[in-house]
């Protein structure tokens, strides 16, 4: 049973994989043995005491808050460049990309870690973390395209088995570049990874798996994983989305079990929660259960008191055989609207509990208001409530008007025959009496 479209909000906050910029370190091999020994693998040229000193001068400044003198000093290692070998170019626009990035100036952060894999003669390692710091800079500066560029780089330099971040990051810059079964596909192995050894995946993980498995219309797999969201979170709005999902799958029952159970733990709070339950119990048979749902919304203010949802109200209680309820609401309704729809209805709902004066006064009532979808059953409520209160000559008139329209044309002639006869009969009796 679909009773709420969109039950799951997929907004790009809802979904943010976290994404923190786990940069490298700040100096990556500062010592000049660290540095030879980092030769011994990849002919990288040592880098210098005397840069390094100043490296290490412009990052203390930035780090004290003196964040342009700290650029000053970059700037003016930058203008003496051309004597410095590679790695010490590439370590000089580290610095400036850190300093960027702690400014949060993202755009110049990232041009500067370019400049740094751009050196061909540095540390593998050093590359492989600044291109994934590229990704996740790009990342965060909203450019999707550019962050799974980055991770194809870095996953082509890499030779150690792939970790779940790369997997959730491009998983994440996929989602958001609408590329979804590609985002699919990377979450799953992010996913399958940690559960492989019995861990828990993260929640914004599965987050992320709920929301790629509704837009590539896959009902029955974001079930499942709603199911894993209520064990292992047990947040309410878990419950809720679960709840709604089950109605799109068809499995009833299931749905209105778990929202029943999500009333009784206090997680029904909004107006759409209290409407969906409302609806849920209405179309699993249990109509009262559905009235008092709304009633109880009303009252606690969560539901607008509007003539749709005293309707509904109304509608539950006669659905539930208890009609008597049903009319202070029918009565409600009324007042909020210019036709006479509802009181039309009360007409019917009168003459179910053989209250023949009210049923006739609603009958007018609603002829007189006027705006009716099926006029033909006012009138044939009126003829019966005037035949019943052996207004027959009122009841016949009612019944030809009624006549005359196709859709009760049949019973119209039907009750006009018998209503005649009856009258007659009681004529004639009346006549033997005297």
Known sequence: ?????????LSATTLAINASISMISLVPEVSLSSAYAATKTKRVPALREKVYSQLARAQKLADDGNVQEGLE???????????????????????YGFIYYNENQLGKAIESFEHVVAEDAIPESLKLSTTFSLAQLAMANGDYAKTVSYLDDWK?????????????????????????????????????LVESKNEVPKENWLVLQRALYYSLNQPTDVVNTLEKMVKLFDKPQYWIQLGGMYGEVGAEEKQLAILETAKQRGFIKTKSEVLQLSQVYLY?????????????????????NTEKNLSFIAEAYVQARDEKKSIEFFKSADKLVSHGKFQQRLAEVYINLEHFDEAADAARAALEKGGLTFESNV???????????????????????????????????????YVKNEKLHKQSLKESLM
């Open 1 to 9: 049973m679909k009773l709420i479209k969109n039950i799951l909000v």
């Open 73 to 95: 000093v970059l700037d003016s290692i930058k203008a003496r460049s051309s004597s410095m070998n590679s790695y010490e170019v590439a370590m000089m626009h580290n610095f």
């Open 156 to 192: 082509a330099l890499n030779t150690q088995p792939v970790k779940t971040n790369y997997y959730t990051l491009k998983a994440q810059a996929l989602y958001q570049s609408k590329s979804y079964k590609n985002a699919l596909e990377n979450i799953n192995i992010a996913i399958s």
């Open 284 to 304: 699993n048979g249990l109509p009262f259960k559905a009235a008092q749902t709304l009633q109880e919304g009303i009252k606690n203010k969560v539901i607008e």
């Open 379 to 417: 009138y044939v409520a009126l003829g019966m409530a005037q035949y019943n209160l052996e207004n027959f000559d009122a009841s016949i008139l009612a019944f030809e008007q009624a006549e005359k329209h196709k859709k009760s044309a049949a019973l119209a002639r039907q009750w006009i025959k």
